[in-house]
């Protein structure tokens, strides 16, 4: 029998999942939130896993996608390719800007590199996810951060509470490192994001400012904002005081 969200012992679910593998997670999240559960992608370097994971237990899953004007074509066709075999659920969520009208009221006169890279982020972003989190009103979602992926994601717990979104995030691969990832994917025939052949080990939008190639695969975000002082474009920062911050 599913607990109320408010009861649930988050201290023990995370003791719990520490030692769970990804489906297990996932499929308690399915039967404690039912029709509340979603997730997002930002159909990035190994989302298939996640994608894959989550569409075998919920079928149907809403599936909220950003698009913010900006992704590099390989990102789009990657997504339709996974949405087709899959046969996913993806709601795209897309940015209220204009994206050259956006360049021109913000002062970027190279669409290569972003001045204001938080600006950016926020306006075209947060803003859609935000208003899709609102719109779609979640009970728990789930996403797809790992512990691996850097120094800002270390402090995680597989569920918490996001105050910002009102409801419960959720991180079944959390713990799994590159090595876990590359042996799914080839377990189940599925494929990196197209760009991840050409040195890019993660990919967020196109501009040189924000996804470039890495040198070190063992430092997966080292191309995202590199040399920028940022490390996350905000949608995973879950409490109310780093929604204010963003």
């Known amino acids: 029998m599913p607990q109320p969200a408010e009861l649930l012992d988050l201290p023990a679910l995370n003791d719990l999942f520490e030692r769970s593998e990804p489906q297990k997670v996932i499929e308690w999240a399915a039967a404690q939130f039912g029709g509340g559960l979603l997730m997002s992608s930002s159909f990035g370097i190994?989302?298939?896993?996640?994608?894959?994971?989550?569409?075998?237990?919920?079928?149907?899953?809403?599936i909220i996608f950003v698009d913010t004007g900006y992704h590099f074509p390989e990102t789009i066709q990657f997504m339709n390719s996974l949405r087709e075999r899959l046969k996913l659920n993806v709601r795209i969520y897309r940015t209220k800007n204009d994206p050259a009208e956006y360049l021109k009221q913000?002062?970027?006169?190279?669409?290569?590199?972003r001045?204001?890279?938080?600006a950016c982020c926020a306006a075209?972003?947060?803003e859609p996810f935000d208003r899709a989190m609102r719109e779609l009103a979640p009970k728990a979602w789930l996403r797809g951060v790992r512990r691996h992926q850097g120094p800002s994601r270390q402090s995680i717990h597989f569920i918490e509470l996001a105050e910002r979104y009102n409801c419960h995030a959720i991180s079944p691969l959390l713990k799994w490192t590159g090595r876990e990832i590359y042996h799914y994917l080839k377990a189940h025939d599925l494929s990196y994001h197209p760009l991840y052949e050409k040195g890019?080990?993660?990919?967020?939008?196109?501009?040189?400012?924000c996804t470039r190639q890495a040198d070190n695969?063992?430092?997966?975000?080292?191309?995202r904002w590199a040399g920028q002082g940022k490390v996350e474009c905000g949608i995973n920062m879950i409490n109310s005081l780093d929604s204010a911050e963003l």
């Open 106 to 113: 913000a002062g970027e006169t190279d669409p290569t590199w």
């Open 46 to 62: 190994d989302s298939a896993v996640l994608l894959h994971m989550a569409s075998q237990a919920v079928p149907e899953i809403p």
């Open 217 to 223: 695969e063992d430092d997966p975000r080292a191309g």
């Open 200 to 209: 890019y080990f993660s990919v967020g939008c196109n501009p040189l400012s």
């Open 115 to 118: 001045k204001n890279i938080d």
């Open 124 to 126: 075209n972003k947060n």
